[in-house]
């Protein structure tokens, strides 16, 4: 990876945060767009006193119509599609499988009941037990397997302090709220391995609570199910 190439999005690995990234273009180059529309013309009417003298004798009233609607018409074009991404977010929370992710001080325990039922806690690898091209403070020793191309509910929950389940490949995150259970859907449309972090300060050890999330097929799935 290059440098360039770390300061974009990571890659969408869902439909929303596809969107999001493409949102996110739009909205910079209209950006982009007022700033140098704003710059040429202020350079323009600072060079041109002429141009200032016909501002002030004459009404235009074709001029006055454009620079009250364009601006409308541009938040218009933000305002839309960033709901429509926030209700597609949002979506209906009714998942084919369900998976509880509980924060504790400092790891991330994993709950399902769906076709086995099993609990694990998920604890980040230590420097002296990482293998060869694994990536330090992002590795758990047991990471959460999920099936691709189906729609998860994940319960998000903590037991002590505020934590937040994070996963920035999905564009999702979640608090952890002691006593609250909190949900979003999870969808990967290919397999893979994504990371997160811990996204709420939660104490001394916040930095050192990853969070891994592989997203296999159903056979390995299911084989990696009753293997627990
Ligand atoms: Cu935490």
Redo the contacts with the bound molecule.
């Keep these: 990876m290059t440098t360039y190439s770390r300061m974009q999005f990571l890659d969408g690995a869902n439909i929303t945060s596809s969107g999001m990234i493409i949102f996110h273009d739009f909205a910079f180059s209209i950006l982009m767009f007022i700033l140098t529309f704003v710059i040429f013309m202020s350079f323009i009417s600072l060079s041109t006193y002429k141009h200032m003298r016909l501002f002030k004798e004459y009404s235009f009233n074709m001029l006055e119509m454009i620079w009250t609607l364009f601006p409308a018409l541009v938040l218009l074009a933000l305002g839309v599609p960033s709901f429509l991404m926030m209700y597609f977010l949002e979506g209906e929370l009714k998942g084919d499988l369900t998976v509880k992710a509980v924060?504790h001080?400092?790891f991330w325990s994993y709950e399902g009941n769906d076709l086995v039922s099993f609990d694990f806690d998920s604890y980040m690898k230590l420097d002296d037990s990482l293998s060869m091209g694994d990536n330090r403070v992002l590795e758990v020793d047991n990471s959460l397997v999920l099936p691709m191309m189906t729609k998860i509910r994940m319960i998000i929950t903590?037991t002590d302090?505020?934590?937040?389940w994070a996963l920035p490949s999905m564009c999702l995150k979640m608090d952890?709220i002691p006593g609250r259970l909190n949900t979003m859907n999870i969808i990967s449309l290919y397999p893979g391995s994504f990371y997160g972090q811990?996204?709420?300060?939660?104490?001394i050890n916040?930095s050192f609570?990853p969070i891994h999330v592989e997203f296999v097929g159903w056979k390995d799935y299911i084989k990696n199910l009753t293997s627990m």
Excluded: K
């Design positions: 924060g001080q400092w903590s302090v505020l934590h937040s952890a811990c996204s709420e300060i939660c104490g916040h609570m």
